[in-house]
C-alpha cells in the first residue's frame, strides 16, 4: 500500500531570508552537523501510579538516555522534578541523585486535595537547546463527590495534507484526526471526502486513537470536504485546504520489511518550471545524514527511489527534501525497525507463597540492566502512564507535539498494526520537533548550562584574624568531611558536593588538631527554581474533567496499619566499662574525661593510631608491627563499614554509647575482607541525635539538597474483595 506525502513549494521573502547564508549542499550539511555536536538528553520516569487516591504517595525510577550514543548519560548526576496543580502553580520542587543513567525516588503527596497534577522532569544541561527536551507526566487524585458541572464533549477534526499543501492533478496524502476537548482521539466509524456537489469520492475509518488517511487526486476546478459522525452523533464538515496548481509531493511506502519506496512527483504544470533543477534529500537523524539528488526531465513527472532500510539509521528517521537553493521545502517522518533489537525476558513464577510469588526473568542481556517493576491487579485503572522508556527515547525526542498514548505503539502484541498506525501519526506531524530556522541561526557552540553534579558550597570566614586558616565542612548525614585553605580574601569553595534536602553542613577552623567555632557565611547552588510550563502543559491542566470515580475509594486504605519500621530491643546486662575481657566496653564519663577522642580509647586497645590534621589510620598490632605492612581493621560506625576513617578523627567519646572490639574479627570470615586484622565497631548515642555532635560548631540547615529515597511499602488495604481494590490499588514497586 503506497502512502502520499504533499508539500508546500516554499518561495515566501522570509523563508528566503533564513536560508540566503547557505550557498553550497556542503555548507548546508557542515551547519546541520554543528546544530548536533552537542549530545541531548531525555529522561524518562516509571511512575508507581499516574491515579492516585487520596494521601497515596509516589514512587518512580528514572532513566537518563545520551540520544547521540544511544546509552544512559554519566554526565548528569542532578535530577529536577517540578510539580505543578490544576492552575498550573508550582507546589513541589525536588533534586534526585542519578547514577550513570538510572536512579529513584519517592514524592510525598500526603494532604494533596483531588485534582489534576503534572510532574515536569529535567536537566540544567538541557536548557542549552531551543527544542523541550523535558519529560512530563499528569496524575490525578481522585475521590467520591460528584462535581457540579457536567462536561459535554466537543470536537475538532483536522484536515492534514501532508506538509500543509495539496497538489492539483496528482495523488496527495490527507490525513485526518479527530480529538475532544481534553485532547484525546476520538474513533470514528465512517468519514468521507465530497466534492462541491456533494459527490463522494471515498470514505475511510479512524483507528481507535482517532486518526485516518484517503488519498486522491484533486481537480483545480473544485473544491472539497469531509463528513463524519461522532460518537455522540454528531455530523462534523471541514473544508479541504486550498488546491495548489504547481509544486511537488512524495509517496513514501514504509510497509516493504528491507525496502524504503519513494515516488518524487510533479504536474504537468509544474514540470517546465522545474525540469533539469536539481533537488536534494536529506535523511538524517541526530546530525547524521544521508544525502542524494535528483531531479525532473521534460518526459517524466515521477522519479522512483528504492532505499535499503539496512542503511538508514534506526528508530525515526526524517527524509527532508530541499530545493536549489537549499532551503527545506518538504519533510516526512518514518519509523525503521531495521537495526532495533528488543530482547525477550521470560519471567517464571518460581513460587507461590499465597501471599505473595517469586518470579524468576531469564534474559541475554549482555550487560548489567537497570530494572523496574510495578505490579496490579489485572484490570487496574491506577497506571496509565503516556509513555513508556522505548516511547520516550525512540519516539518523543523527534516529535514536536504531544502524542497521546505513545506507549502504545511499542508494546509487543500486534506488532504489524501498530506499525501501521506509528506511521499514521508521524503522517499528522508535520514537520519534526527540529526547526530548521533553528538549525540555520547564529548560535554560540559553547555550553551554556553545564550538567550539574551534585552542589557547590561557597563560603566566607566571618572573622578578622584567621591565623588558623585551615576550615573543616562536615555533615553527619553525607559522610562529608572536607578540609579547605580559605583565600587571602576568607572566601572557599567546594564542588561537586552530595547534600541532602533538610539536613545540616557544619563548620569548624582546625586549631590545634581540634575543631572550634567559627562564624561564616554559606551558600549552595544550584538553588530552587520557578519552572516555566508551556500553553500546551497549561491548557491540559486548566481542562475540566471528572474526578469522581464510580467505585467507593473512601476509607480504601487503613494508613494506621503501615508498617514502616520495626525495632527490636533486648535488655543486656552492662559489662564492666574498664574491663578489656569483654568485647563491648559501655563508655561513662569517666571513660569519657580520660578519652576525649574515640580513637585515644582505641589505642589503648591493641591499636596503632596515627594522625595527620583531620586523617586518621588505624592499624593492628596482631599483624606486622609497621605502618608499611598495614594490617587495617574494619571500622563501623552505627553498623556501617567506614573506609574513611576521618569521619571518627574529632567523633568525642563522650558522644559514644558503646565500643566493640573484636581482634580476630572472625564474624566476617578470615579470607576475603580485612575481618583478619580485627573488628571495630562504634555506636553513639541515639539520644544526643547526629547533629548535636557538632552543636559547638557554625551548623546551618541546607534548604536545597538532594531529595532521600523512601523505601516502597505495600499499603493495608481494608478490603481485598471491592471494586476499589481491583481498580486502584498498587502492590509492589521496585
Do not use: C
Not at 64 to 77: E, G, I
Not at 104 to 116: A, C, M, Q, T
Not at 641 to 657: A, N, P, Q
Request: glycine content about 4%; hydrophobic content about 35%.
Amino acid at each position: 500500500m503506497k502512502k502520499i506525502l504533499t508539500v508546500l513549494f516554499l518561495l515566501s521573502i522570509n523563508f528566503q531570508s533564513v536560508y540566503a547564508q547557505i550557498s553550497s549542499l556542503e555548507q548546508f550539511q557542515k551547519t546541520y552537523s554543528e546544530y548536533f555536536q552537542l549530545n541531548r538528553e531525555y529522561v524518562h520516569l516509571h511512575l508507581s501510579k499516574t491515579k492516585l487516591i487520596p494521601n497515596e504517595d509516589i514512587w518512580f525510577s528514572a532513566y537518563v538516555y545520551d540520544l547521540r550514543t544511544n546509552l544512559p548519560n554519566s554526565l548528569t548526576t542532578n535530577l529536577n522534578l517540578a510539580i505543578f496543580n490544576n492552575k498550573s502553580e508550582q507546589i513541589q520542587y525536588k533534586t534526585f541523585y542519578i547514577n550513570n543513567g538510572f536512579g529513584k525516588g519517592y514524592l510525598n503527596l500526603e494532604n494533596l486535595p483531588s485534582g489534576r497534577y503534572l510532574i515536569k522532569a529535567f536537566t540544567n544541561y538541557m536548557n542549552n537547546f531551543k527544542e523541550d527536551l523535558a519529560f512530563s507526566q499528569t496524575f490525578e487524585i481522585f475521590n467520591n463527590e460528584i462535581n457540579s458541572f457536567k462536561i459535554e464533549k466537543e470536537f475538532d477534526l483536522q484536515v492534514l495534507p501532508e506538509g500543509g499543501h495539496i497538489l492539483a492533478n496528482t495523488k496527495n496524502h490527507i490525513g485526518i484526526k479527530l480529538i475532544n476537548n481534553l485532547g484525546d482521539g476520538e474513533y470514528f466509524s465512517k468519514g468521507v471526502l465530497l466534492d462541491d456537489n456533494n459527490k463522494t469520492i471515498t470514505t475511510f475509518k479512524s483507528n481507535h486513537l482517532g486518526i485516518s488517511h484517503f488519498t486522491f487526486t484533486p481537480n483545480t476546478n473544485k473544491k472539497y470536504h469531509v463528513s463524519l459522525n461522532t460518537s455522540t452523533g454528531k455530523v462534523i464538515k471541514q473544508a479541504l485546504p486550498k488546491i495548489e496548481e504547481n509544486g511537488v509531493n512524495v509517496i513514501v511506502n514504509n510497509y516493504h520489511p528491507d525496502n524504503l519506496f519513494i515516488a518524487f512527483q510533479t504536474n504537468k504544470k509544474s514540470i517546465s518550471d522545474i525540469k533539469e533543477k536539481p533537488f536534494y534529500f536529506i535523511i538524517h537523524q541526530n546530525g547524521k545524514f544521508q544525502t542524494f539528488e535528483e531531479n525532473f526531465s521534460i518526459n517524466y513527472s515521477i522519479k522512483n527511489i528504492v532505499l535499503k532500510k539496512n542503511d538508514l539509521f534506526k528508530g525515526v528517521n526524517t527524509l527532508t527534501v530541499l530545493n536549489e537553493r537549499f532551503e527545506p521545502i518538504l519533510e516526512r517522518m518514518f519509523y525503521n525497525t531495521k537495526g532495533i533489537k528488543r530482547l525477550s525476558s521470560k519471567p517464571k513464577i518460581v513460587k507461590n507463597y499465597g501471599d505473595s510469588i517469586q518470579i524468576e526473568i531469564k534474559n541475554k542481556f549482555e550487560k548489567e540492566q537497570n530494572l523496574s517493576i510495578s505490579v496490579f491487579p489485572s484490570k487496574t485503572e491506577s497506571y496509565n502512564p503516556k509513555n513508556n522508556i522505548l516511547s520516550s527515547f525512540l519516539l518523543k525526542p523527534y516529535i514536536e507535539s504531544p502524542v497521546e498514548n505513545a506507549n502504545y505503539y511499542f508494546k509487543r502484541n500486534n506488532e504489524v498494526k501498530k506499525l501501521y498506525d506509528l506511521d499514521l501519526l508521524l503522517i499528522t506531524q508535520g514537520w519534526s520537533k527540529y526547526d530548521w530556522k533553528n538549525i540555520f541561526s547564529k548560535r554560540s557552540d559553547s555550553i551554556i548550562y553545564k550538567s550539574e553534579k551534585g552542589f557547590r558550597i561557597n563560603g566566607k570566614v566571618n572573622k578578622k584574624n584567621l591565623k588558623q586558616n585551615k576550615i573543616v565542612l562536615t555533615s553527619n548525614q553525607t559522610n562529608l568531611f572536607e578540609i579547605l585553605e580559605p583565600n587571602k580574601d576568607k572566601n572557599f569553595s567546594l564542588n561537586e558536593v552530595y547534600l541532602v534536602e533538610d539536613s545540616k553542613i557544619h563548620v569548624g577552623q582546625l586549631k590545634n588538631e581540634k575543631l572550634v567555632y567559627v562564624p561564616t557565611y554559606l551558600t549552595i547552588l544550584p538553588n530552587k527554581k520557578n519552572v516555566q510550563l508551556s500553553d500546551y502543559h497549561k491548557t491540559s491542566l486548566n481542562k475540566n474533567f471528572s474526578l469522581f470515580s464510580d467505585v467507593i475509594i473512601s476509607d480504601f486504605t487503613d494508613k494506621t496499619n503501615i508498617l514502616d519500621t520495626v525495632v527490636l530491643k533486648n535488655k543486656l546486662k552492662a559489662p564492666n566499662a574498664l574491663s578489656t575481657h569483654e568485647n563491648t566496653t559501655k563508655i561513662n564519663e569517666q571513660l569519657s574525661r580520660q578519652f576525649m577522642y574515640i580513637y585515644m580509647l582505641i589505642e589503648t586497645r591493641g591499636f596503632q593510631v596515627r594522625t595527620t590534621g583531620s586523617n586518621l589510620e588505624l592499624y593492628s598490632l596482631r599483624g606486622p608491627n609497621s605502618f608499611e605492612a598495614k594490617p587495617i581493621p574494619i571500622v563501623t560506625l552505627d553498623d556501617v563499614i567506614i573506609s574513611d576513617l576521618s569521619l571518627i578523627r574529632f567523633l568525642k567519646t563522650s558522644d559514644v554509647e558503646s565500643i566493640e572490639i573484636n581482634k580476630i574479627g572472625s564474624e566476617y570470615g578470615i579470607r576475603g575482607i580485612r575481618g583478619v586484622n580485627g573488628v571495630i565497631k562504634i555506636k553513639t548515642k541515639a539520644e544526643i541525635g547526629p547533629d548535636k555532635k557538632f552543636k559547638d560548631l557554625f551548623s546551618m540547615k541546607i534548604k536545597h539538597g538532594f531529595t532521600e529515597d523512601k523505601e516502597y511499602y505495600t499499603p493495608k488495604y481494608k478490603s481485598y474483595s471491592s471494586d476499589a481494590f481491583g481498580g486502584f490499588p498498587v502492590f509492589h514497586t521496585v
